[in-house]
């Protein structure tokens, strides 16, 4: 069983920057890819950002394409995304999700396990 926690979340104006980290435990995320979703009010949950298990191969939402990187440090069994130019639009509770696979997906029912979420918001 693996174990997500979203953390750094929060409060930031727009332009501004925020990183966000997924720390896994459980077990370790050897052959996993992992993603970031996120769910605004109001919308269903869309797809933010996905890496394979090596960190060679990622895939972004194109409202984020230029904007955000997803990386992770398999040591520490963490996935990070790094959220830049952020906008009001981007304001969300985001997810991390983890899946057995070494390919990136960007279909979150192929996805087994699920974050709690941390929540962004980002001001005018």
């Known amino acids: 069983q693996v174990q997500l926690v979203e953390s750094g979340g929060g409060l930031v104006q727009a332009g501004g920057s925020l990183r966000l980290s997924c720390a896994a435990s459980g077990r370790t995320l050897t052959g996993y890819t992992m993603g970031w979703f996120r769910q605004a009010p109001g919308k269903e949950r869309e797809f933010v950002a996905a890496?394979?298990?090596?960190?060679?191969?990622?895939g972004y939402a194109d409202s984020v394409k230029g904007r955000f990187t997803i990386s992770r440090d398999n040591a520490k069994n963490t996935v990070y995304l790094q959220m830049n130019s952020l906008k009001p639009e981007d304001t969300a509770v985001y997810y991390c999700?983890?899946?057995?696979?070494?390919?990136?997906?960007?279909?979150?029912?192929?996805?087994?396990?699920w974050g709690q979420g941390t929540r962004v918001t980002v001001s005018s």
């Open positions: 999700a983890a899946r057995p696979g070494y390919i990136a997906t960007m279909h979150s029912d192929q996805y087994s396990y």
């Open positions: 890496i394979s298990w090596s960190g060679g191969g990622t």
